[in-house]
């Protein structure tokens, strides 16, 4: 037996001989030959007791990136609006009970379609008065225009003819009366008979012949005058009768789709009452209605990218083309916490750009007010 030269090499031998064996020694990663490749690292070796703890790690920095991020970021500001189009209330100037409502609800109807028939009689018997009276005014003022009938002014000089004979039977009658009454052959009762009588003959003269120059003559200016303006009131009390039928017949004013039908066949309806409401689609916009301080940012003009949820969120440009103060009844917020002063509200008007055929009044539209930009 070969005994250590020097004092490590026994210290050695002797430190390898009293060293309990490893039962990890037999196993295949401890030869060169058949486990690890000779010459690998110890770090690799110890590499699967520290993977954990570096996916830990970035787990922990990835949480709270996150939550640094989602607390210095700005949150959203969502305005709701709503889509709104023009509508028109169609309402009667005449009362009467409906006759005929040949539209539905949800009908598209071209300008001048019928919305409704409005049946009233007392209306109608007005009508035919109106015309009744008129023609008799045109008859009138078509007889004075004509003038006076020749038979009339014949009839009219044999009065006077006859009346003058009278006067000159009573000028002789008082002649010899009054002859007889100068020598008192005659009683002056008589003398007063007479000269009466000459009297009213000569007065039945002045009227005939007044009768005759009327009947010649015709009729004066005036009673012209009166009878065109006969037939003038006759013809607007007529235009009047009329208007109100017309009236009884109920237009739509233009393209239009009925949005409502308020009245249905039989019901009694009043001047004033809404009949039909009807909307036109081809005149629709946004409306949002903003606080003071965000209206500050825009201006008429401004594009800007609505969702529309009823449309699965589709987004549409719009442009601004109104913005206008509400009333003082509008919400408002004080823009101080002393309530100094108070932030208005403002309606906003917004047109989409191009037409949307599907969309439709009282659909919600939703704009992310800081990402509009």
């Known amino acids: 037996m070969t005994m250590p030269t020097d004092k490590t090499e026994a210290a050695s031998t002797s430190s390898a001989r009293n060293k309990p064996p490893d039962p990890r020694a037999d196993t295949p990663e401890f030869h060169g030959d058949i486990g690890t490749p000779r010459g690998l690292s110890k770090k690799w070796a110890h590499s699967p007791t520290r993977l954990p703890s570096i996916i830990v790690g970035v787990v922990i920095a990835a949480v709270a990136g996150l939550s640094i991020w989602y607390l210095v970021r700005p949150q959203p500001l969502l305005v709701q609006g709503e889509v709104d189009a023009t509508r028109y209330d169609i309402a009667a100037r005449v009362d009467g009970r409906v006759g005929e409502v040949p539209v539905e ?4 109807v071209a300008a001048g379609a019928v919305l409704v028939r409005i049946d009233n009689p007392e209306t109608i018997a ?3 008065q109106s015309l009744a009276a008129r023609i008799v005014a045109e008859a009138q003022l078509a007889n004075i225009k004509v003038g006076t009938r020749a038979e009339v002014i014949a009839q009219r000089k044999a009065e006077l003819e006859r009346a003058q004979a009278s006067v000159v039977l009573a000028q002789k009658t008082y002649d010899r009366i009054s002859q007889l009454a100068a020598h008192g052959n005659a009683p002056i009762a008589q003398l007063d008979q ?17 009768a005759y120059d009327q009947a010649v003559n015709g009729y004066t200016k005036e009673e012209h005058e009166i009878a065109q303006a006969n037939v003038g009131k006759a013809i607007a009390d007529i235009k009047a009768v009329q208007a109100t039928l017309d009236q ?20 009694y309806v009043s001047p004033g009452v809404p009949l ?15 606080r003071e301080d965000l209206v500050k940012t825009i201006k008429v003009g401004d594009r800007f990218d609505v969702r529309i949820p009823a449309l699965g969120d589709r987004r549409i440009t719009v442009e601004v083309k109104l913005i206008a103060t509400k009333g003082e009844y509008a919400s408002w917020r004080a823009t101080r916490a002393t309530g100094d002063f108070d932030l208005r509200t403002f309606s906003i008007r917004a047109y989409p750009v191009d037409k949307v055929p599907e969309l439709r009044p009282g659909m919600s539209a939703y704009l992310d007010w800081r990402a509009r930009e």
Request: net charge negative; charged share 20%; glycine share 4%.
């Open 105 to 108: 609800r949800g009908q598209n």
């Open 126 to 128: 007005q009508n035919q």
């Open 194 to 210: 007479v000269t009466d009588s000459l009297h009213e003959s000569q007065r039945a003269v002045d009227q005939a012949k007044s």
């Open 248 to 267: 009884m017949v109920v237009y739509a004013p233009v393209a239009s789709q009925v949005y409502q039908r308020n009245v249905e066949p039989g019901e």
């Open 276 to 290: 039909v409401t009807l909307i036109d689609l081809n005149d629709m916009w946004v409306h949002f209605d903003l």
